[in-house]
């Protein structure tokens, strides 16, 4: 069944992936991006693809540009099926290296963008009674890793407020909640993490540098390994778009779950967490 979506950070990489991939399923595909002159490289990808993508501005730090945006799609189709919340960005330094204006833009970025678009769609998910929202988080969100506390901050911020919306909404109206949590992706995400950092100062020589360089130098030992296409990865959220009941959370790679499987090895999708939960503060099954 064809549905309505709405996908932030459209511009690159996964962006770009996501809207393909899921016009090409049928759906009509509302393409969000800060910059809409920087739409180039999707619609090249549209074309290519034989879709077609409304494509439409939306800046995840802006309250009102984004409720413009959603008040534009409400017009034309009536309704909000989907909302993958994709925009986000990387950061790389020790908390003692970030600058308090870094931190306020990651975390403004990746998690309040997050929390931003949802507000805005869930009154028509909810009067609807349906909907389906996912947030594109990382492993990140569940395990903290070297000189991107920060940024692992930020997603796990993510990836409690799902996990919460999911426990109460989700049941009472009818929505979906689902945090994805790839591994490495192979875009230009992590080349604009680089040009942050050397805009910002570069690799400061101090005592963090031996511990960065190595951090540096077993990323790159593991070579592709730990990385999946955007396409890879959105092959995986499209099957959990059609999924009449989806996890609550989800990696995409065996790699991801490798990773993650400490923390996630007793319940992969998180609905027996969910169940706990509904139990013991709401007194549901």
Same mark, same amino acid.
């Given at each position: 069944?064809?549905?309505?979506?709405?996908?932030?950070?459209?511009?690159?990489?996964?962006?770009?992936?996501?809207?393909?991939? +899921?016009?090409? +399923?049928?759906?009509?595909?509302?393409?969000?991006?800060?910059?809409?002159?920087?739409?180039?490289?999707?619609?090249?990808?549209?074309?290519?693809?034989?879709?077609?993508?409304?494509?439409?501005?939306?800046?995840?730090?802006?309250?009102?540009?984004?409720?413009?945006?959603?008040?534009?799609?409400?017009?034309?189709?009536?309704?909000?099926?989907?909302?993958?919340?994709?925009?986000?960005?990387?950061?790389?330094?020790?908390?003692?290296?970030?600058?308090?204006?870094?931190?306020?833009?990651?975390?403004?970025?990746?998690?309040?963008?997050?929390?931003?678009?949802?507000?805005?769609?869930?009154?028509?998910?909810?009067?609807?009674? +349906?909907?389906?929202?996912?947030?594109?988080?990382?492993?990140?969100?569940?395990?903290?890793?070297?000189?991107?506390?920060?940024?692992?901050?930020? =997603?796990?911020?993510?990836?409690?407020?799902?996990? +919460?919306?999911?426990?109460?909404?989700? %049941?009472?109206?009818?929505?979906?909640?689902?945090?994805?949590?790839?591994?490495?992706? =192979?875009?230009?995400?992590?080349?604009?993490?680089?040009?942050?950092?050397?805009?910002?100062?570069?690799?400061?020589?101090?005592?963090?540098?031996?511990?960065?360089?190595?951090?540096?130098?077993?990323?790159?030992?593991?070579?592709?390994?730990?990385?999946?296409? %955007?396409?890879?990865?959105?092959?995986?959220?499209?099957?959990?778009?059609?999924?009449?009941?989806?996890?609550?959370?989800?990696?995409?790679?065996?790699?991801?779950?490798?990773?993650?499987?400490?923390?996630?090895?007793?319940?992969?999708?998180?609905?027996?967490?969910?169940? =706990?939960?509904?139990?013991?503060?709401?007194?549901?099954?």
């Amino acid at each position: 069944m064809s549905k309505t979506v709405l996908i932030t950070g459209s511009s690159a990489g996964l962006g770009i992936a996501l809207s393909v991939g +899921a016009a090409a +399923a049928g759906h009509r595909v509302f393409a969000t991006m800060r910059d809409t002159s920087k739409r180039a490289a999707l619609d090249h990808a549209a074309q290519r693809a034989g879709v077609q993508i409304d494509v439409i501005a939306l800046d995840v730090q802006d309250a009102a540009s984004i409720q413009s945006a959603v008040d534009q799609i409400i017009a034309e189709t009536g309704q909000i099926d989907v909302l993958i919340n994709n925009a986000g960005a990387g950061f790389v330094r020790s908390t003692e290296q970030a600058d308090e204006k870094d931190i306020d833009w990651v975390m403004d970025v990746n998690f309040m963008g997050v929390v931003r678009c949802t507000k805005a769609v869930l009154p028509h998910m909810r009067k609807a009674r +349906a909907g389906h929202i996912i947030n594109i988080s990382s492993v990140g969100g569940l395990v903290g890793q070297p000189f991107n506390e920060i940024y692992c901050a930020a =997603k796990f911020a993510v990836e409690g407020y799902t996990e +919460a919306l999911a426990c109460y909404v989700g %049941p009472a109206f009818g929505i979906d909640f689902t945090v994805v949590e790839p591994g490495g992706i =192979k875009t230009e995400f992590a080349s604009r993490v680089l040009k942050h950092v050397e805009a910002t100062g570069g690799m400061l020589e101090d005592e963090y540098l031996p511990i960065l360089q190595q951090y540096i130098g077993r990323s790159q030992a593991r070579g592709d390994v730990a990385y999946q296409t %955007p396409e890879e990865v959105t092959e995986v959220v499209l099957q959990c778009l059609k999924s009449e009941t989806p996890p609550i959370r989800m990696r995409t790679s065996n790699w991801a779950e490798d990773l993650c499987n400490l923390k996630t090895g007793a319940d992969p999708d998180g609905r027996k967490m969910q169940t =706990k939960v509904r139990a013991d503060f709401l007194g549901a099954d």
